[in-house]
């Protein structure tokens, strides 16, 4: 299951950390991020960018149990979990989480599906630099091959973090006149460029024929990021965290900045080809660059 399905839990405790390293676009950056309090690692546990995802319980109260243990305030946004005030980690609203502090935010799950969390200070330097991360909500009986009570099963399950990185934000602390523009010169899916990501286990799509693939795919990123599965069709099931009103068939799917859609894909023959995300701009809807990883299915 590519990494999926072996925390799901309702507490969970997340850590804020401003000691990150990672090679991206061939350097090495530094990144900002939570992890799950102990591994001192974000995403599966194996990069520090993006930030750890979570699996929690539909119906179940939440617990995240946050500590910032970094020199800056910080919050977790939970976006599109429809948390009351108090928990929705939004300075603004309510308040910021100061260097060192602690906070406890506590929500009823909502309805299963694909979700996504972030740090909302200076939101536009702290998200880019990797404080963000998935949420993924299981259905009540916590299963992890089915979507939600009464949608479709799955065989394989991937999750697609969508990431696009401007190497000259990269050691910005403040958003300001040097992040009036992003201009973005590496493309992600997970953290990894292409060279990596076509071999990344928590990345490719692999299955045989007949086997049913979720994939589930939060767009983190500054632009528009455009979805093919080397020409294939799939279903688009969910859309931010809610089942389509009519699932619709496509061979190429949209997905703006912030939103999630669920694909489902059922390979009815033998493939070893690309899977792609297209970044594109948003004025022109020209390709700025692309993401890509295997899909193999024997
Ligand atoms: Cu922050």
Redo the contacts with the bound molecule.
């Keep these: 299951m590519a990494g999926l399905g072996t925390i799901v839990q309702s507490n969970y405790s997340v850590v804020?950390r401003m000691s990150g390293s990672q090679n991206i676009g061939g350097q090495p950056v530094g990144v900002?991020y939570f992890d799950r309090g102990t591994s001192f690692q974000g995403f599966m546990n194996d990069r520090q960018f993006p930030s750890a995802h979570l699996e929690i319980i539909q119906g179940q109260t939440s617990n995240i149990m946050f500590q910032n243990m970094s020199p800056?305030?910080?919050?977790i946004h939970l976006h599109g979990l429809d948390v009351d005030q108090q928990n929705d980690g939004v300075p603004a609203t309510s308040f910021s989480v100061p260097r060192m502090g602690s906070y406890t935010y506590q929500f009823l799950a909502p309805h299963a599906g694909t979700y996504h969390y972030h740090?909302?200070?200076?939101?536009v330097i702290?998200y880019h630099r990797g404080?963000s991360g998935a949420i993924i909500v299981r259905p009540p009986d916590s299963s992890i091959t089915r979507a939600w009570d009464g949608g479709p099963t799955f065989d394989e399950e991937v999750l697609w973090h969508l990431m696009t990185y401007d190497l000259t934000w990269a050691d910005i602390l403040n958003s300001g006149t040097g992040t009036a523009r992003h201009r973005p010169d590496v493309f992600m899916i997970n953290g990894f460029s292409s060279a990596q990501a076509r071999t990344d286990l928590y990345s490719r799509l692999v299955a045989t024929v007949g086997q049913r693939i979720y994939l589930r795919i939060l767009n983190a990123s500054y632009q528009w990021g455009r979805v093919r599965l080397a020409g294939l069709p799939f279903d688009v099931v969910a859309s931010d965290g809610r089942p389509m009103q009519q699932v619709v068939s496509a061979t190429s799917w949209e997905i703006g900045p912030g939103e999630r859609y669920d694909l489902l894909l059922t390979p009815t023959a033998p493939i070893s080809a690309d899977a792609t995300v297209e970044y594109l701009d948003d004025w022109t809807g020209a390709v700025l660059g692309t993401a890509a990883t295997r899909l193999e299915i024997t």
């Design positions: 804020s900002w800056m305030d910080h919050t740090c909302h200070v200076d939101t702290h404080m």
